[in-house]
């Protein structure tokens, strides 16, 4: 049995999550705008498309499927995820995860893949370069390295769904359902 790891960072009120998440997404609009007018590379793609929204969709369900066989078998992401589930999502209510949805499903994924893939070439080199930095943003512990990994193998995907498809809809699609369903699901389970 592993034991419970007590967070590094102090406990948050529901105000505070609430406000570092809008912080957040906000300093990384801030960011993809400057590299976007800096480095004069066009956003990524991001159109309506039927077929694109159901494989973002697809997408999101297979991830949060891998993410709870991730849970059940492997236990220091076990544990990462269990420390960082309690420290965000424990003061949140239920419909605050609307927001924990979208806020970091358009932030991350506009710098992450509308910004950071076009910038670095649009190829292989950048959906690992954009992943590995996708995963260090979830870094919220010196004990959290298998969260890191986790979320790092998440940006692979989500990455080579934009590159594949052309469009930024898919990973946000995706990672906005992700993030709905896997706290939504750890939430109930706490009720």
Same mark, same amino acid.
């Given at each position: 049995?592993?034991?419970?790891?007590?967070?590094?960072?102090?406990?948050?009120? @529901?105000?505070?999550?609430?406000?570092?998440?809008?912080?957040?997404?906000?300093?990384?609009?801030?960011?993809?705008?400057?590299?976007?007018?800096?480095? &004069?590379?066009?956003?990524?793609?991001? @159109?309506?498309?039927? @077929?694109?929204? !159901?494989?973002?969709?697809?997408? $999101?369900?297979?991830?949060? $499927?891998? !993410?709870?066989?991730?849970?059940?078998?492997?236990?220091?992401?076990?544990? !990462?995820?269990?420390?960082?589930?309690?420290?965000?999502?424990?003061?949140?209510?239920?419909?605050?995860?609307?927001?924990?949805?979208?806020?970091?499903?358009?932030?991350?994924?506009?710098?992450? @893949?509308?910004?950071?893939?076009? $910038?670095?070439?649009?190829?292989?080199?950048?959906?690992?370069?954009?992943?590995?930095?996708?995963?260090? /943003?979830?870094?919220? &512990? !010196?004990?959290?390295?298998?969260?890191?990994?986790?979320?790092?193998?998440? $940006? /692979?995907?989500?990455?080579?769904?934009?590159?594949?498809?052309? *469009?930024?809809?898919?990973?946000?699609?995706?990672?906005?359902?992700? *993030?709905?369903?896997?706290?939504?699901?750890?939430?109930?389970?706490?009720?």
């Amino acid at each position: 049995m592993i034991e419970k790891q007590e967070p590094e960072i102090p406990y948050l009120t @529901r105000i505070q999550v609430l406000v570092a998440m809008g912080v957040t997404a906000i300093l990384l609009w801030i960011v993809a705008k400057l590299w976007l007018q800096i480095g &004069g590379i066009p956003l990524m793609s991001w @159109r309506w498309s039927p @077929r694109d929204f !159901s494989l973002g969709i697809g997408l $999101g369900l297979c991830i949060t $499927g891998f !993410s709870g066989l991730a849970y059940q078998y492997w236990a220091a992401y076990r544990k !990462s995820a269990d420390y960082y589930l309690e420290v965000v999502l424990k003061p949140l209510v239920l419909l605050d995860l609307i927001w924990l949805g979208l806020l970091p499903g358009l932030s991350e994924e506009l710098l992450f @893949r509308g910004v950071m893939l076009p $910038g670095l070439g649009m190829n292989h080199f950048a959906v690992i370069l954009s992943s590995l930095c996708f995963g260090v /943003l979830h870094l919220s &512990g !010196s004990q959290q390295w298998s969260y890191v990994i986790w979320a790092t193998v998440v $940006g /692979l995907f989500l990455g080579y769904s934009a590159l594949l498809s052309g *469009n930024l809809l898919v990973p946000i699609v995706a990672h906005v359902l992700t *993030n709905l369903l896997s706290s939504s699901l750890w939430k109930l389970k706490q009720l």
